[in-house]
């Protein structure tokens, strides 16, 4: 492994010493919950738009999945709902460097998903359809079109679908760096600071209860991904909500198999600025049992359905804390939010097993490359796999951004010109109807085009 590689380069995202406020502002136009890629994304819209905008993330900023995640910035095989969305993000991604004065470490070098049978093939050949009535190239690689940009593979592929204009970012740099940009344009930015709560008035949103203090304002976002359901419990609001484990790992520099992303039903890897790769597992998914499980149970079976050969529950510790949580707690005392400040699962051990084992079978010239740092996130899924984007009907003022299912980083940028635009009534041009919040209530089918 190179010198010049830390051993915890993507780990000292969260693991650093805390940062703590002096003090908070006592008020401000806007208040966003939560640090990670949605949140930073969309105060730094807000923030060149003029808005008086404050950030509070109770841990670091980027410390939960938006530093943990797979770094894909994929259009390809969206659901078709999150297209104009991503669409717009990644014309947001090509430019940030550049708009924000940091490296984010963007390429826009393809997305390559293979099939394994004649079926997958036949799917995704049916999903280019879609793909052209947004604009996007992908096509589908036979033979040696698929050499030209995957080198070495041990393969039997029907096919690898191809999205050249897709790209890769590095997640430990974007979302630091767009905190940092969006304070730059006047936003503050306070981490180590839980809310604990709000405060009302008239029936409306009048302030927010920080573990440092109170800053009154007229509207909240609740972009605080796993922790979103709680803290809207809470609020005596229902986000169907279920938290799946993602472990991760990345590789020493080693030989260049592929520049882009590539996925199939073994392995998933993207190249890395460092020389290596970001790996995972391509199938594994793990759902750790929680009360919200039984609780929203009926909401998520077709979704259980569709991911059963993938998925592995397993019931221990997570239940417990979720059991013995508080549904509500006073606001001058400490919250749950402040009792964790990183939610920090333990990495998989089968999965780190299959994700070596698999990235050599896949990959022959891979087989002896070292797995040097690992780790895992919590990923926060919805019913039908798509965020909810809405402002919550029984509470004024509050709106709530969560749910992008292993969707968000590469959708954070766009999500986050959505999201600004929907909190200041000036259009964004990305359709937000199909996000609401009643979808799961209002007796609407729900419909599950994508997986986690």
């Not at 105060?43 to 950030?55: K, P, S």
């Not at 078709?80 to 014309?91: A, D, N, Q, Y």
């Not at 050249?164 to 997640?171: H, I, K």
Request: hydrophobic content about 40%.
């Amino acid at each position: 492994m190179s010198e010049t590689v830390p051993a915890d380069l993507v780990s000292r995202t969260w693991e650093q010493p805390l940062r703590v406020p002096e003090r908070v502002p006592g008020q401000a136009d806007v208040v966003i919950i939560g640090g990670g890629i949605v949140g930073v994304s969309t105060a730094w819209f807000l923030a060149r738009q003029g808005v008086d905008v404050v950030l509070c993330e109770k841990g670091h900023i980027a410390g939960e999945q938006s530093s943990r995640n797979w770094g894909w910035v994929r259009q390809q095989l969206r659901d078709t709902r999150e297209m104009p969305m991503i669409v717009e993000s990644l014309k947001i991604w090509r430019t940030l460097s550049a708009d924000i004065g940091e490296d984010v470490g963007f390429h826009e070098q393809g997305v390559m998903v293979a099939a394994s049978s004649d079926r997958e093939a036949e799917q995704f050949a049916e999903w280019i359809k879609t793909s052209d009535e947004h604009g996007v190239e992908t096509r589908l690689l036979q033979g040696e079109e698929i050499e030209q940009v995957i080198h070495g593979a041990a393969r039997t592929w029907k096919g690898v679908l191809y999205t050249p204009s897709d790209g890769r970012a590095e997640p430990h740099k974007a979302g630091p760096a767009i905190a940092r940009a969006a304070e730059r344009e006047g936003a503050t930015v306070l981490t180590a600071c839980a809310v604990r709560g709000v405060e009302t008035e008239g029936g409306r949103v009048s302030a927010v209860v920080t573990e440092h203090g109170t800053i009154r304002t007229s509207t909240v976002c609740c972009a605080a991904g796993a922790w979103t359901s709680m803290f809207c419990r809470s609020l005596g609001i229902t986000v169907p909500q279920l938290k799946v484990r993602g472990t991760v790992a990345r590789t020493a520099p080693c030989d260049n198999v592929l520049d882009g992303n590539f996925f199939n039903n073994k392995v998933a890897l993207r190249r890395r600025e460092d020389g290596g790769y970001t790996v995972a597992h391509g199938t594994i998914l793990d759902h750790p049992i929680t009360p919200s499980t039984f609780r929203f149970a009926f909401k998520y079976i077709p979704a259980l359905l569709m991911e059963i050969n993938n998925l592995h529950l397993s019931i221990g510790r997570e239940f417990v804390d979720e059991l013995r949580a508080p549904k509500r707690w006073a606001l001058d005392a400490p919250s749950p939010f402040e009792k964790t400040r990183v939610l920090n699962p333990a990495p998989n051990q089968r999965a780190l097993r299959g994700i070596r084992k698999n990235l050599g079978k896949v990959f022959p010239q891979l087989a002896g490359t070292e797995l040097v740092e690992s780790w895992a996130g919590m990923i926060e899924t919805t019913p039908d796999v798509i965020p909810v984007i809405d402002q919550a009907e029984s509470l004024p003022g509050f709106y709530v951004a969560t749910g992008f299912s292993g969707h968000g980083f590469g959708i954070g940028p766009g999500a986050g010109k959505a999201i600004a635009g929907l909190l200041t009534g000036e259009a964004s041009g990305i359709p937000l109807d199909e996000f609401r919040l009643s979808r799961f209530f209002d007796g609407t089918k729900l419909e599950i085009q994508g997986s986690v």
